[in-house]
């Protein structure tokens, strides 16, 4: 039972997730998820979280409740706050190494100890069931109340997500607009020989500048003209070759980029040209 429940838990968590995975875009205007990253999710999602229902509760649910049942014997206080105080000193141990690891303890320490609450709850429930009704439950019978349950949880959590990212609560990445003055300067690829001069009087000076053709991906160098608009820069530059095209504005208002996504805009290839100094 606290397998099934401890991967419902997580496959409402999951949901969740991937609702607000793809309602929004990535910073560079691409989708989160491509159709065949969600038919993995789909197809090896149900086993996996089993096995990980599995592991929580060998890990985690089960340390905790024999933990409180013998604190409850030994000591003074009632089993269900031995059952509050078990997964927080257990969660706290887990954290600690995640936290030599570089991750944040608290954050660790809350989620681990979190994790155990809704299992130890229905253990309890189902334990009192079973002493009402004088026998044990059988293992369809768990089946048949846990499922039902975890759908529900998952269809509360992903209408829940769904309507804060619609009203705003989850917000989104929101790129810089600086002012077009800010716009001129040095902008050049951190990962090649690309280099982008823009000049104040509207002059674009272009050096192995990156373009996505009909046929094949190339570079040129040119001078044209840039205007500057609704966060994005287009360019005119002479040449037959050269579609360099328009590029839009990224990153942040310390780090600002102009980017162009080249190929599948499902999952194209970004080319980034960094500010490296205004002139």
Same mark, same amino acid.
């Given at each position: 039972?606290?397998?099934?429940?401890?991967?419902?838990?997580?496959?409402?968590? !999951?949901?969740?997730?991937?609702?607000?995975?793809?309602?929004?875009?990535d910073e560079y205007g691409r989708p989160s998820f491509a159709p065949l990253g969600l038919l993995?999710?789909?197809?090896?999602?149900?086993?996996?979280?089993?096995?990980?229902?599995?592991?929580?509760?060998? !890990?985690?649910?089960?340390?905790?409740?024999?933990?409180?049942?013998?604190?409850?014997?030994?000591?003074?206080?009632?089993?269900?706050?031995? *059952?509050?105080?078990?997964?927080?000193?257990?969660?706290?141990?887990?954290?600690?190494?995640?936290?030599?690891?570089?991750?944040?303890?608290?954050?660790?320490?809350?989620?681990?100890?979190?994790?155990?609450?809704?299992?130890?709850?229905?253990?309890?429930?189902?334990?009192?069931?079973?002493?009402?009704?004088?026998?044990?439950?059988?293992?369809?019978?768990?089946?048949? *109340?846990?499922?039902?349950?975890?759908?529900?949880?998952?269809?509360?959590?992903?209408?829940?997500?769904?309507?804060?990212?619609?009203?705003?609560?989850?917000?989104?990445?929101?790129?810089?607009?600086?002012?077009?003055?800010?716009?001129?300067?040095?902008?050049?690829?951190?990962?090649?020989?690309?280099?982008?001069?823009? *000049?104040?009087?509207?002059?674009?000076?272009?050096?192995?500048?990156?373009?996505?053709?009909?046929?094949?991906?190339?570079?040129?160098?040119?001078?044209?003209?840039?205007?500057?608009?609704?966060?994005?820069?287009?360019?005119? @530059?002479?040449?037959?070759?050269?579609? @360099?095209?328009?590029?839009? @504005?990224?990153?942040?208002?310390?780090?600002?980029?102009?980017?162009?996504?080249?190929?599948?805009?499902?999952?194209?290839?970004?080319?980034?040209?960094?500010?490296?100094?205004?002139?």
């Amino acid at each position: 039972m606290a397998m099934l429940v401890g991967a419902a838990q997580l496959g409402a968590a !999951l949901a969740g997730w991937l609702v607000v995975q793809l309602g929004r875009t990535d910073e560079y205007g691409r989708p989160s998820f491509a159709p065949l990253g969600l038919l993995c999710v789909f197809v090896f999602g149900p086993p996996l979280l089993l096995f990980l229902g599995a592991v929580h509760t060998a !890990l985690m649910t089960m340390p905790s409740d024999l933990a409180a049942q013998a604190l409850a014997r030994r000591a003074k206080g009632a089993l269900w706050q031995w *059952r509050c105080a078990a997964p927080v000193v257990i969660g706290a141990a887990y954290a600690a190494a995640l936290a030599a690891a570089g991750a944040p303890f608290l954050y660790c320490w809350a989620g681990i100890s979190a994790s155990a609450a809704l299992p130890l709850l229905c253990v309890a429930w189902f334990r009192r069931r079973e002493e009402r009704r004088g026998r044990p439950y059988s293992r369809g019978e768990v089946w048949f *109340r846990v499922l039902p349950a975890g759908l529900l949880l998952t269809v509360a959590v992903t209408v829940a997500c769904g309507v804060a990212l619609g009203t705003g609560a989850i917000g989104d990445y929101t790129p810089p607009r600086p002012a077009k003055e800010a716009m001129a300067g040095v902008w050049a690829s951190e990962d090649g020989p690309a280099e982008l001069l823009l *000049r104040e009087d509207g002059v674009a000076v272009l050096t192995a500048m990156p373009y996505d053709g009909w046929d094949r991906e190339g570079s040129c160098d040119g001078t044209g003209t840039w205007s500057y608009a609704a966060g994005a820069v287009e360019f005119d @530059v002479a040449g037959e070759y050269c579609r @360099v095209g328009t590029w839009t @504005v990224g990153g942040s208002a310390e780090r600002p980029e102009l980017y162009a996504l080249f190929g599948d805009p499902d999952a194209g290839d970004v080319r980034i040209l960094v500010q490296q100094a205004a002139r």
